[in-house]
């Protein structure tokens, strides 16, 4: 029998157990409680002593549990290190959370293994039929599902809630669909304009992603981004894909040739991987997009997240004359102190200050201490989230040097965009201050 057929079999066996298990619960109108057991540090304890110690302590765990249960429950190991453990007819969930308690408290003791002193500690997921599911296979689904909201948690134990799935399975199944659609072209880029309000004159855009599913509806660049962000290889296709798109329609628009720059948002992931600075330059050249109209936006949190290695990227892309931007400024915790160190070249004030800066007093001070602290700096100020005409002559006034906004264009895509403006790139709107 191959490895395959072997797993294949074993399984089946196990859920024929359940399964019969289920329907002696069913008929006697009972609830059943699966617990699976996974040994944290099992994998560790083979490499370095070897399978045998780790097959020992499988068996004396095994021995342990049967010493705590009742003749009625079923022990069966379902996976290297996990457990499944059926407790039919328990009287009520608080029963189970009792077993699985008790089950944990037999790892306090060390497992004694050829006169070593080894310790293993253990998590534990738990789901109840008929309360959670009805039918085996779909039981040991939420029981692992439970088991996995509580490693991700950190907790020991937790029983299966409709959170487990939302917080676990959820994101799995986004990134699945998201990587299908960068590949079936449900993806566009739109594009939002930054004006010069000195100058009332159109001198970037900033580039941002869509994503309408045909399944999920239009979904939201601050939901599916983070989730992309959790696989190396998804962001970096996403990327790719974004960067190859966008600088392809900002050539083929001749805005570069109008001196409108353009904007790209960098996600938090990448400025934790050198590849990106390749990744960049190679579809600039590709596409003809010179540096001095590039710009890269990034948060301040992405930079703190891994301030060392930001800095190392940051500078490479400063040295081949590409402008930083801080996106979101105000958001996050960065101290002057530490950004003087960063070589960026401008600022976007976050929405939240923007739309709020005509009703609060506090927002308006905010904005001109930012507006005053870039100058002082040699600093570009971009204000975005200007929904007003009112908030554009104020931001006008208060001497910021770019405004972009619903008021002056919604995200739009590049082909609208260009008849949007004049032929030689300048603004149709003045500001009438
Ligand atoms: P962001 O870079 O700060 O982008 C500005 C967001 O504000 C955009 O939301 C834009 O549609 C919205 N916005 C523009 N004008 C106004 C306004 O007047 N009022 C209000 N209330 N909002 C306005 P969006 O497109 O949903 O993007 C959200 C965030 O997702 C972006 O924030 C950016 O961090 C990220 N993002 C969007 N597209 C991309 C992309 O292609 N790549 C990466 N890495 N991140 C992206
Ligand atoms: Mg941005
Ligand atoms: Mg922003």
Same mark, same amino acid.
């Given at each position: 029998m191959s490895t395959n057929l072997a797993i294949h079999h074993e399984r089946t066996l196990y859920l024929d157990e359940l399964g019969k298990s289920i329907a002696s619960c069913g008929a006697d109108n009972k609830r059943l409680a699966l617990l699976i057991v996974n040994i944290d540090q099992l994998w560790d304890i083979t490499i370095t002593y070897g399978y045998k110690v780790g097959d020992m302590i499988l068996g004396q765990f095994v021995e342990r549990m049967e010493g705590i249960l009742r003749d009625a429950d079923r022990i069966v190991q379902i996976g290297e290190s996990d457990f499944a453990v059926m407790l039919p007819?328990?009287?009520?969930q608080g029963h189970a959370t009792l077993a699985a308690n008790k089950i944990l408290g037999l790892l306090d003791e060390p497992f004694i293994i050829e006169d070593q002193y080894l310790n293993v500690d253990a998590k534990i997921g738990i789901a109840f039929f008929p309360d959670h599911a009805e039918d085996p296979e779909l039981l040991t689904q939420r029981a692992a599902l439970a088991l996995r909201h509580a490693q991700s948690i950190g907790n020991l134990c937790e029983t299966y809630t409709f959170s487990c799935y939302e917080e676990e399975s959820a994101p799995i199944m986004l990134a699945h669909e998201f990587r299908n659609a960068i590949k079936s072209d449900e993806l566009k880029m739109v594009y939002q304009p930054q004006v010069n309000l000195q100058e009332e004159k159109v001198c970037g855009v900033e580039a941002l992603v869509r994503w309408t599913s045909p399944t999920l509806g239009v979904m939201s660049p601050e939901i599916f981004i983070p989730v992309a962000e959790k696989s190396r290889d998804l962001m970096s296709f996403f990327t790719t894909w974004t960067l190859n798109t966008t600088m392809r329609h900002y050539i083929e628009s001749g805005m570069h040739a109008n001196g409108v720059k353009l904007s790209v948002n960098l996600s938090?992931? /990448? /400025? %934790?991987?050198? *590849?990106i600075v390749d990744t960049i330059l190679t579809t600039m050249s590709i596409w003809g997009v010179e540096p001095e109209n590039l710009v890269l936006e990034v948060t301040e949190s992405s930079i703190m997240a891994h301030p060392e290695k930001s800095l190392h990227i940051l500078k490479k892309f400063d040295d081949v004359g590409i402008t930083l931007s801080i996106d @979101?400024? =105000? $958001? =996050?915790?960065?101290s002057l102190a530490y950004l003087?160190? /960063? +070589?960026?070249k401008e600022l976007k004030i976050d929405k939240s200050f923007v739309t709020g800066m005509l009703n609060s007093n506090d927002d308006r001070k905010i904005v001109q201490s930012i507006i005053d602290m870039s100058h002082n700096f040699d600093l570009l100020v971009v204000a975005e989230g200007v929904e007003d005409m009112e908030t554009l002559k104020l931001l006008a006034q208060m001497g910021c040097d770019v405004g972009q906004g619903y008021f002056i264009s919604? +995200? $739009? +895509?590049m082909d609208v965009l260009k008849h949007w403006m %004049? *032929? @030689? =790139?300048?603004?149709k709107m003045t500001i009438q201050t």
């Open positions: 007819a328990v009287m009520n938090a992931a /990448l /400025l %934790n991987d050198a *590849e @979101d400024f =105000g $958001t =996050g915790y960065s003087r160190k /960063l +070589p960026v919604k +995200p $739009t +895509p %004049n *032929e @030689d =790139g300048s603004w």
